[in-house]
């Protein structure tokens, strides 16, 4: 049996965090947890370079507990190209990637995810990609395709990982950034700024593809809404955003960083 952590959306920068302090204490309390494997799935910083810095001095501090991320939007907006994203850039860094859990049946697989516009098919004839240029994060992200067909090589991508754990008679976690299903999505009655930043969070057609392979574990992040676990069919989804608290915008229940954190760690024994 292996103790995995499961978070994600840590956003320090966001939330003015101070990493040389947390990195100790997280450490500490994974260590104290017996924790030997903690996945985060993106938004750690809005850099890559100190996303990816953050899990490798984690790494080192835990071991021979493994840490193992992918990048979410915000990883991706400076610091690091398209082409890089899609490569092996650090063992710690699993997009496309894939971790057998030593002592169990268990596979994780990791794939960053995308988009492709479904979760808004409630608004007809909108220039989305207009809108995305204009107003949201993403726009500065640079890609050498649309964003129907980058996600079209993840689903591709994640179709053949599926196959090849299946092949092997693995369970799988997967752990994704962007949302995977339906279900976490926010509509309104109106032409408010979310309704059209749903076509930004994910594509159904991810949960569709994990459905039909039976996926035991579905690890997700990017919405900081606080879901509690759900199962659909056989599989368990679980978003551990921990989120942001600025003096606009305050997602959490607990008033400083380190509890929040640690109130959003989730922890499962995979046997």
């Known amino acids: 049996m292996v103790k995995a952590a499961l978070i994600s959306d840590l956003h320090f920068d966001v939330n003015h965090q101070d990493v040389d302090q947390l990195l100790p204490q997280q450490a500490g309390y994974l260590m104290q947890q017996g924790v030997g494997l903690y996945l985060i799935a993106g938004d750690i910083t809005n850099h890559f370079d100190q996303s990816l810095a953050y899990v490798e001095r984690l790494q080192r501090l835990i071991a021979p507990a493994q840490v193992r991320f992918i990048a979410g939007n915000h990883d991706m907006l400076h610091d690091v190209t398209y082409a890089a994203l899609e490569s092996p850039l650090a063992p710690t860094y699993l997009h496309r990637g894939q971790l057998d859990v030593a002592g169990t049946n268990w596979r994780i697989i990791g794939n960053n995810g995308w988009y492709d516009y479904q979760f808004a098919d409630n608004l007809v004839g909108r220039d989305f ?47 994704t950034h962007f949302v995977p299903r339906r279900n976490y999505i926010r509509y309104t009655d109106d032409n408010r700024f979310w309704n059209m930043a749903n076509a930004m969070l994910g594509s159904p057609r991810m949960g569709d593809l994990l459905e039909r392979y039976h996926v035991d574990v579905v690890q997700f992040g990017h919405v900081h809404r606080h879901f509690a676990p759900q199962q659909f069919g056989t599989t368990m989804y679980y978003d551990q955003a921990v989120g942001y608290h600025t003096k606009r915008i305050n997602e959490w229940s607990q008033t400083d960083y380190f509890t929040e954190w640690r109130q959003r760690l989730r922890l499962l024994e995979l046997k």
Request: net charge neutral; glycine share 2%; no cysteine.
């Open 129 to 175: 990609l207009t809108w995305k240029r204009a107003f949201w994060v993403d726009g500065t992200i640079e890609q050498p395709q649309s964003d129907l067909q980058r996600m079209n090589q993840v689903l591709a991508t994640v179709t053949d990982q599926l196959e090849q754990a299946q092949a092997a008679n693995k369970r799988v976690l997967f752990m």
